[in-house]
């Protein structure tokens, strides 16, 4: 008989959240009451309309996960709670507001489509965050257990068979790559011209496959030991700033069939941007406040992860500090204590990283900003995309 894998322990489910089942949406917005000529991003609205989006999109998919059976719609209804259950909604952001900065007219019918596929993003990043959970071994997500643990406390709960951890990973692969398929069929739902959806198609295709090779850099970056700033940077460029501001910005640009200039500069700002944002992101997993991140203090420490923060402490060690570069060598990528967290923290700010890479993230960001100012996008789309650069890497979480 089939088992349905019905919420244990380690899920919360909030009241009222939307599911795949139509009858039971409770979103804050509907996208037939959309104002899609006031919507900007960056607004309570904006991020509205995202979800409203997106609840409208998983309706639609009932019809096709109710027949596989309750462990399917289950399974489903976790990605529905993942997407829907907080989020910037910064991708959809910078798409819609690069179709805007390239002429297109939100007073015309086609907006609500161009909402639909920029929304798409959202499930691109689920996809990522629920794999990218499962790569660092991340138990707390949003201050929620991720989605491999939740599964893997169902799996326990049950008393089934095999190993828990084992079954939490399995199903949150198939989560995510679920996202990811969601994501192509909410762009292909969406309405858009077919002549926008070709020249949309190259450039979403592009942002998939850069993500996807980000994220095995940033593997191999770890496994094999590269601690330099080079490398740390070359993954960030694909890992995020790819597919957070530069191809979100393009795609909106690609809809509205922008000159080749402006996609150019578009993406001189997207990668500046893009980086600037992980940057400030390296620096808010060994410094940040979890109870505004969601996240436990100190874990890019615990995980290992060479950012360039690490890189940068590491190059200038190896100059100045011997010891310091072997404390540091020893204890990242361990069970770090609180305390021990607190002591490499100190370390690195000594060694000046901190300092450095703050002078990254003002370089970059003062580079990407010059880029779209002197670009052909309009007047409120620079103002806009210079308020959201700012907001991206001055952020606390």
């Known amino acids: 008989m089939e088992a349905p894998l019905s919420a244990g322990t380690g899920t ?25 000529a006031a919507l900007k991003a960056g607004t309570p609205a904006f991020v509205q309309a995202v979800e409203a989006a997106l ?5 639609t998919r009932r019809a096709a996960v109710e027949p596989l059976g309750p462990v399917f719609v289950q399974a489903a209804e976790a990605l529905v709670l993942f997407v ?18 390239a002429g297109g007219d939100p007073t015309e019918p086609d907006a609500a489509a161009v909402l639909k596929a920029c929304a798409a993003l959202e499930l691109v990043q689920a996809c990522a965050l629920i794999h990218d959970d499962i790569i660092d071994s991340s138990r707390i997500r949003r201050r929620f257990p991720t989605v491999h643990v939740d599964f893997e406390q169902r799996h326990r709960d049950r008393g089934w068979a095999g190993d828990s951890e084992h079954f939490g990973a399995s199903v949150a692969i198939l989560i995510g790559d679920l996202a990811l398929a969601w994501a192509d ?19 979403w295709a592009l942002m998939r496959t850069e993500v996807l090779g980000g994220q095995l850099l940033d593997i191999n970056g770890e496994a ?32 509205a ?55 940068e402490a590491l190059q200038r060690a ?25 002591h490499l923290r100190a370390v690195l700010t000594g060694l000046g990283a901190v300092d450095e890479v703050e002078r990254r993230i003002t370089d970059l960001t003062e580079q990407g900003l010059a880029a779209i100012e002197s670009s052909s996008a309009t007047q409120a789309a620079k103002q806009q995309l210079r308020a959201m650069a700012l907001a991206a890497t001055r952020r606390a979480a």
């Open 257 to 311: 069939d922008a000159e080749p200039r402006l996609v150019e500069d578009y993406r001189t700002f997207g990668t500046d941007i893009g980086v600037a944002f992980q940057l400030r992101d390296d620096l808010l997993g060994v410094f940040g406040d979890p109870a505004v991140t969601g996240k436990p203090s100190g874990d890019d420490l615990r995980e290992g992860k060479r950012t360039v923060l690490i890189a």
């Open 318 to 342: 190896d100059r100045t500090d011997p010891d310091a570069a072997a404390l540091l060598r020893a204890n990242i990528g361990t069970d770090l204590t609180a305390d021990e967290v607190e």
């Open 55 to 59: 609840t409208d999109f998983f309706r």
């Open 12 to 36: 919360h489910t909030p009241r009222g959240t939307p599911s795949t089942d139509a009858g039971t949406s409770t979103a804050s917005s509907d996208i037939a009451s959309i104002d899609y």
């Open 84 to 101: 829907l259950r907080g989020g910037k909604r910064t991708r959809p952001a910078f798409a819609w507001t690069g179709w805007l900065g």
């Open 185 to 203: 069929d909410m762009v292909h739902a969406s309405g858009l011209e077919p002549a926008a959806i070709a020249r949309f198609a190259p450039v």
């Open 224 to 255: 094999g030991g590269d601690e330099s700033v080079a490398a740390a940077i070359r993954i960030n460029r694909y890992k995020t700033a790819a597919y957070t501001v530069e191809r979100p910005l393009h795609l909106g640009a690609a809809i």
